[in-house]
């Protein structure tokens, strides 16, 4: 794709929004802004800079060390006796592995069937 195909393909406007600036003692100030259209989905996205410094990133150290020193039943050592199986008429070994993977159904009732994909080093909600 040539740059004027790449153009009308990746559609987007470049415009500015203008207002008296509380952040700048109320003088009146013009903000820059982009609207992107995906060509796929139809969907608009919003390019800016934001006026306020995002915060500081907490030390989660600690708080990791305590996650792993708890008990973690998708953790390899506990997955089998610690997390539930799926009905024998729906999946006859009770869960499904795919490699290091492996999916379970959730033990909490959400909706009539949901399951948790498991990897040794990570839970993903499914
Ligand atoms: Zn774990």
New binding site residues.
Partial sequence: MNGDAMDTFFKRIQSKTRLFNPLKDFSFDEIPFEIRYDPLTGETGRVFDTPYRPPDRPDIAEIIQRSREMF?P??PDALETSTPLFPTELIPDGRIKQGDATLIPNLIPLIHMRGYLSYPEN?ILG
């Fill in positions: 973690c998708f953790c839970t």
